[in-house]
């Protein structure tokens, strides 16, 4: 497809003929809307008016794309199995819907040579309106002191119960003024459910309460829990028992 024949609509129709079968939701934005709110050394080397759209993955990715994707594929010599499903979903989507298109593909757990992550996926999944991102400065009088408190994402369907997989650049679609930013659905508004959210993510995060904040359509099934739950290190062995009974993968 000839890259003057791109613009919002087509992008992110022709992506979720592909990906919401899997699991995934797309979200379009600017790049200047990321960079606006970050400083130089975390900006994206691209104009402003370049678009991008940000991919998450749903409670039923795990069911729709994984767990196929693992009896094709099995686990042997894969470093995570979950990146690659990612990436394997994420890459044939581009090729199939884009075959001449240049796009440019970052996901959450690639690194850049300084250490610092390729992109910020919370704070793209803000700028794009699919999740608002709360931070320690959302809350007012804060109870922390100078206490690190990291933030966390919520989305307005599924609470706590998604991740942020990737960002896709297409470096050569410019779009104007005719795409307004959104505002992220403010899912915890009051400052006590704030402290509640932030808490329970930077203390508590195994027990899973803060992905409850608000009450989700859908949450991750027993045997994603089951994965998530397990150590990465241990990950393996369980897919292993997986693999075993055929059946129940």
């Given at each position: 497809?000839?890259?003057?024949?791109l613009d919002v609509q087509s992008v992110t129709g022709l992506l979720e003929s592909w990906l919401p079968k899997l699991g995934f939701e797309v979200y379009p934005l600017k790049v200047g809307w990321y960079n606006s709110v970050l400083p130089p050394s975390l900006r994206l080397a691209f104009p402003d008016d370049t678009l991008?759209?940000?991919?998450?993955?749903?409670?039923?990715?795990?069911?729709?794309?994984?767990?196929?994707?693992?009896?094709?594929?099995?686990?042997?010599?894969?470093?995570?199995?979950?990146?690659?499903?990612?990436?394997?979903?994420v890459t044939s989507a581009v090729s199939q819907c884009f075959p001449r298109q240049k796009v440019d593909v970052m996901y959450d757990y690639e690194m850049l040579p300084s250490r610092k992550p390729k992109f910020l996926?919370?704070?793209?999944?803000?700028?794009?309106?699919?999740?608002?991102?709360?931070?320690?400065?959302?809350?007012?009088?804060?109870?922390?002191?100078?206490?690190?408190?990291?933030?966390?994402?919520?989305?307005?369907?599924?609470?706590?119960?998604?991740?942020?997989?990737?960002?896709?650049?297409?470096?050569d679609v410019m779009v104007g003024s005719e795409m307004?930013?959104?505002?992220?659905?403010?899912?915890?508004?009051?400052?006590?459910?704030?402290?509640?959210?932030?808490?329970?993510?930077?203390?508590?995060?195994?027990?899973?309460?803060?992905?409850?904040?608000?009450?989700?359509?859908?949450?991750?099934?027993?045997?994603?829990?089951?994965?998530?739950?397990?150590l990465p290190a241990q990950r393996f062995a369980l897919l292993k028992t997986w693999e075993k009974n055929t059946e129940s993968v």
């Open positions: 497809m000839a890259a003057t024949t991008a759209v940000v991919v998450l993955s749903t409670p039923a990715m795990f069911e729709q794309a994984f767990l196929p994707f693992l009896k094709e594929s099995g686990c042997h010599g894969i470093s995570d199995p979950i990146d690659q499903c990612v990436k394997h979903c996926a919370q704070t793209a999944a803000h700028v794009s309106g699919a999740a608002f991102y709360y931070q320690k400065s959302d809350v007012t009088d804060q109870p922390w002191a100078e206490k690190k408190m990291f933030g966390v994402c919520v989305h307005p369907r599924f609470g706590g119960w998604f991740a942020i997989r990737a960002l896709l650049v297409f470096g307004v930013q959104p505002v992220p659905p403010d899912c915890v508004p009051t400052r006590e459910g704030r402290i509640q959210l932030l808490e329970a993510f930077n203390f508590h995060w195994q027990d899973w309460s803060y992905r409850d904040i608000v009450r989700p359509v859908q949450i991750y099934s027993q045997r994603q829990k089951d994965y998530f739950s397990t």
